[in-house]
Each structure stands twice: as structure tokens, then as C-alpha cells.
């Protein structure tokens, strides 16, 4: 399994990483840096406690061997959670009108001291200077101090410790002018506005910053671009910033880690794979850079690789079933259908609750690839005992949506329709009833009885609980609407959702009822930034129905390679617009074999086809194109 990251509509935040380090491995130093304790006993040096750990933390991530987490930790644990396999300590003294810095270093896994560095110097020399000292005995390659001003210091800590974001930018902005060529200041002024989603002030600081040029550096001018990039929502500025901060701080992990992450969202398959096993190199507590790699290794095309890097990952992690479950996804991605079975219930025996049992439905939908649809029923049968047995009130809901995926449309349409009545008057479950009839708009349009499916459109509506729930019923009311020309649906889009905040959902609206209305070529564009946007492996329907309005275009050979990987199956099921890419798929891959030449691969996917959509025939055509392709 890969973690879940993205919805219809809402892109989540990156992934964590995952920091315990295993005993034995050689981990590269990622360092922590707590605040340091006044000893002087006088409060005019209270600020150093966090002033002098913040500055040897930011010396010492200039580094190229070294790994510095972000500062601000009070206590050892929260550093060790946060991935540190080193500590600093340290205290600021005072002793015969000189100045004292004391630093102790400690290895994390084995509790023992490294190292410990001693610095003095007259105490109008300040506590700069003997930072200077003690980041060069630490690391001989740091680069130079952020600040040499203890006035832009000091402001940048009062900044840091700020109770509101609006006097912690005051005092950031004082920090900078104070020392122009203060990078970090300018990076947390930043934040501070994109916290506030004050765009406004956020650009202000970016000017600024720019103006100083060559006087911050290459890090601090890759970050800022990074965060500029995030609040203009540029996905193309945040990849190019990613780029250069990752060529700048090659040895911190949590940057080729959020490098990789982006590659992988932006179908850069192969630099992705690179990039994950060099963050897993970089930090080998991230195990789940392992995993991630090995998905991108198959989206790439390379079965061996990515099962090498799933094998590494399972040595690290022998006592779970996600390992596995990942090798069965690989493989199915790849087409390897039967191996993919077989992982797939070797991880469901490995822990029958992961997932809460989504393993054995993956393992149904691996056998229902092969053309096995009564060994596939039987599968998912021992699925719905295991739900039965967990008193999983859905259980209705996902019997229907099986007979919708093999066939049985008319009777799963009945079941679900029946479902949803029912969990309609059970209050606990109207948020799920409301889904229903969301989910049987979206089969009824797709059959082409656009009444009836205007109609639990509006139950959709009705019972909807959530803002997501009346969001998925603002769009089915949408796409219930009589059909009409490509342009028409832009206008009605512009006037059924006018607010900005819901340009997502009004693009979704207008790109799907193109594709209902068979309006292709209009619909390429949108579907196109769709399948940019999205997460390969949380959102399968992008690749396959943007594959799909270039194919109805006259554009096979665009499409062809968003249609040769098969998109993963489901571990939870109850996938709202799944009707509109499954079995699709099979029919594009026989369109495509057909115009390659491939008559056995072309026969084999069109009958599969027509066997997993059963009787009752799409408003598309495809049902009647297969047959005729073969003859029938």
C-alpha cells in the first residue's frame, strides 16, 4: 500500500517520514540541536538559550555532511522522534569577565557522549563569535554565519518566540533590516504570511529578499523560492525550487525526500526511483522511502527493481503486511495479475486487520483481471465475511459496487438504491447515504437515465452531512442537468459555482459533463491538468480518462502510454467514479493492440471487456464497438 494522499478534489500535504533507526544500521548524522540553558544567572543573556541553538543549527545546515533537523527542541525525545540520531547540548556561563559556550554531543542509540567542545572569549565579544568557533570544530565545511549582527539575532528569536503571527513578523521584519543578508528571517517572515494566507505581504518579503541577490545564499534563495511557489500555487515554480534546493543541500534527506515526492507527483518516474533511494540512503529510518521507490520503479517499467526495493523494505519491516501489499500492487501494475493474487493474500495472513481486510479485495480484483469472474466472486465473497464479521454497516454498499465492476449493473443499482433508503433514516449513517445516492447518480448517468439519476442527485444533497458529502451532490445536481453544447457547459459551470474557493470543484463539474455530454476533444484540456495534479496512485481514474478523451480525439499515440500501466485497485473500495475508467480500460488497450497490430492481445481485452460490463450497455458505445470488432 502507498499512503493515501490525495481525494477528488483536495491535494494533502506531503508524507511524513518515518524517523526510528534501526539498530545496526550506519545512519548518516542528522543532528538536533536543543536549547541551550543560561547559566550566567542574569536575564540579559536569556535570549542566547534560544538565540545560540538557532544559530549554530542554521551554521552548522550549511554543511554538506551533515544533517540538521529544524531547531527549537526543548527535550531529547521530541528530537529523536523527529529522526535526530545525534543531540547537542549545550550552555551559555559566565566566569572572570570572559564568556563560555559548552557543547556535549550524543550518539541517540547508544546514549554516549561523541564529543564535547569548550569555547570562551571576552564577554564584549559576545556570543557569536564563539558559536562561529564551535560550528567549524563540529563540521570544517560549514559554510558562513546567517547573521554577525546580535541585534538581527536577537529580533530573530523575539520573531520565534512571539505569541501572534503578526508581532512575530514585526520582529522578523526588524531582524532584516538589522542585516539585510539575514536568510532565515526572510524564510520565516515568509512562512509567517503564508500561514496567514497574506499573499500580499508574502510577495513584499520576496521583493525584498530578491533585492539582496548574491547576499543570501544559494539555500536560502532556493527556499524562499520554494515558498513563494507554495503561496502563488505554481506547481511548476515548487518542482524547478525542489530542483535547485536539492543540488544545493544534497546531503539533507527531508529535501531529496520532498524532491522525490514531487518527481513522483509530476510522472518522473525514474529521477523519482533515483531520488527515494537516495533519501533512504541518506536517512535509512525511512523506511517508506523504500516503498515509495518501489512503486516509482514500476511506474517506470522496471518489475525487478521495484520488487528489489520492496524486498529491502520488508527486511526492515519482517512483521508487517504493508510490504507485501505493496509487492502485490507492483505486480499488478504490471499486469503480473496472478502474482499479484498472491501477494495480496500473503499479506492478509500476515494481519487480516490491515486495511481492515482490503488485501483479500485487491486479490479479487487481481482474479478478476485474469477473466476468472467466479474465482474473483469467491474472493471477494471471503471479503464481505470478514466486514460481516466486523458488523461493517456498508456491507450492502460494497456487494453493489461488485456487481456494478462485473456486470450486474441493474441489480447493483437495486442494492444500492436500497442501501441508501435505508441508511437514510439511521442518522449515523446519512453522510454514507448521501455517498449512495451520489454514487447511483453517477452509474445512472452513465447508462443514460439522466431522470432518475437527477433525482438521488438530490437526496445526495439532502442528506448530505459534510461539506465534502454537499459538495459530491452539488456536482451530481450538475451533471444531471440536460445535456448540451461544450460551451454552454463552461458557462453553466461559471454560474452554478461562481465563488473562487471552488474553481476545483467547478473544473471536476465542467470536465466530467463534457465527457458524459462525449464532448472529447473539450474535454482533453481539463483532463489534462487533472492528470497533472494528480497522485498516480490515489487517483487511477486520471491517466485512464484523460487516455480516453485523447483517444475518442484521434489521438491513440498520445495516448498509449497513460494506458499501459493498469491502475491500482482499491484497498477500501467504494469509489464513487470508478464506472467511467473500469473495465474501460480494457477496451482502450484493445483499441490500441488493435491498431498495433496485436490481434491476441486485442481479442483477449475486448472480450474480457464485455464480460465485466455485462447486459446492460453504457451510453458510450463501447459495448457494441468490441463486439463488432470481433466479429460478433
Sequence with gaps: MIPRRFGLIAVAASLALFPSCRKGTVASPRIAVLLFENLTGEAAYDWTSRGASELLALTLSTSRSLQVLPSGFRHKPEAVRAGANQIIYGNVSTAGGRLRLALWQELTETGKMASMTEETGPVAGGIIHLVDIAARRIAKDVGALPTRQESALKAYVAGLESPDSSSASRWLQKAVEADPAFGAAYLRWMQLAASRNDRPEAEKVLEIAEARGAGLTPQDRARLALEAAGIRNDSAGRL?????????????????????????????????????????????????????????????????????????????????????????????????????????????????????????????????????????????????????????????????????????????????????????????????????????????????????????????????????????ASLCRFLSEPRTSARDWVVRGERVFPDPQQTALKNYAVSYALVFSRHFSSAVPFFKQIYEQAEPTTQPDAAVIFGWTLMESGRSRDAAPLLDRYPLPSGTG???????????????????????????????????????????????????????????
Excluded at 510522472?267 to 537516495?278: E, F, I, N, P
Excluded at 456486470?407 to 449515523?428: D, K, N, V, Y
Excluded at 488497450?589 to 472480450?607: V, W
Aim: charged residues 25%.
Design 240 to 472: 524547478r525550487a525542489l530542483r535547485e534546493l536539492a543540488r544545493v543541500s544534497p546531503s539533507d534527506a527531508m529535501v531529496v525526500r520532498g524532491l522525490a515526492d514531487a518527481e513522483f507527483r509530476a510522472h518522473q518516474y525514474k529521477t523519482a526511483a533515483d531520488l527515494y533511494q537516495q533519501a533512504a540512503k541518506l536517512n535509512p529510518s525511512d523506511e517508506i522511502a523504500l516503498n515509495l521507490g518501489g512503486y516509482a520503479h514500476a511506474y517506470a517499467g522496471n518489475l525487478d527493481l521495484a520488487a528489489a526495493s520492496l524486498r529491502e523494505y520488508q527486511k526492515r519491516k519482517p512483521g508487517e503486511a504493508n510490504p507485501l501489499d505493496s509487492l502485490g500492487d507492483v505486480h499488478y501494475l504490471l499486469g503480473r495479475f496472478a502474482d499479484a493474487e498472491r501477494f495480496y493474500l500473503e499479506s492478509f495472513q500476515k494481519s487480516p486487520a490491515f486495511l481492515a481486510g482490503g488485501p483479500l479485495l485487491k486479490a479479487a480484483r487481481a482474479r478478476l483481471m485474469t477473466g476468472d469472474v467466479t474465482g474473483a466472486d469467491g474472493l471477494f465473497a471471503k471479503y464481505v465475511d470478514y466486514h460481516r464479521a466486523a458488523r461493517d454497516p456498508v456491507v450492502d454498499y460494497r456487494l453493489a459496487e461488485w456487481e456494478f465492476m462485473t456486470g450486474r449493473r441493474e441489480s447493483a443499482i437495486r442494492r444500492l438504491a436500497q442501501f441508501a433508503t435505508a441508511a437514510e433514516s439511521s442518522q449515523p449513517l446519512r453522510e454514507t447515504a448521501s455517498r449512495a445516492y451520489a454514487h447511483l447518480a453517477i452509474w445512472e448517468l452513465s447508462l443514460g437515465w439522466n431522470d432518475k439519476a437527477a433525482v438521488h442527485a438530490g437526496r445526495a444533497s439532502a442528506t448530505a452531512v459534510s461539506g465534502q458529502a454537499a459538495q459530491m
Design 574 to 632: 467504494l469509489e464513487t467514479f470508478q464506472c467511467l475508467w473500469f473495465p474501460r480500460l480494457l477496451f482502450l488497450r484493445a483499441e490500441l493492440a488493435a491498431k498495433n497490430g496485436q490481434k491476441p492481445a486485442a481479442e483477449r481485452d475486448y472480450r474480457l471487456f464485455l464480460t465485466l460490463s455485462g447486459p446492460t450497455p453504457m451510453i458510450f458505445g463501447e459495448e457494441q464497438r468490441a463486439r463488432e470488432a470481433l466479429g460478433q
